[in-house]
């Protein structure tokens, strides 16, 4: 029972980590493909560098007006939860029956 237990904590932990990562508004640090630094020779003369682009905010998913509510993404997420937790139970009860299984066959064995 105890395994069962501890089983559900697991899940519990790992879904509440995988929502806060999903539903952070920033994104993680980018880490640009190639780094930004100047040329040793300097800048070429007669050529001049392009100025950046204005950057747009990120839109989202609280901005997007055709995704799912706010309704639904509650609804999805308790599915979620129902559905991963009955997931654990069954493996916990497969490893419990299977554990039974083994040590009555060790039992008969060694008699």
Not at 67 to 95: K, W
């Amino acid at each position: 029972m105890s395994a069962f237990v501890i089983s559900l904590v697991v899940v519990g932990t790992a879904l509440v980590i995988a929502t806060r990562v999903a539903l952070s508004g920033t994104p993680t640090t980018d880490k640009p493909a190639t780094s930004v630094t100047p040329s040793v020779r300097g800048p070429a003369k007669g050529r001049h560098l392009a100025a950046e682009p204005d950057l747009q905010p990120v839109a989202t998913w609280l901005d997007d007006p055709d995704g799912p509510n706010l309704v639904q993404r509650i609804r999805s997420g308790v599915l979620l939860v129902t559905l991963l937790t009955a997931l654990g139970a069954l493996t916990a009860l497969a490893l419990i029956v299977g554990g039974a299984v083994l040590l009555t066959g060790l039992r008969s064995a060694v008699q």
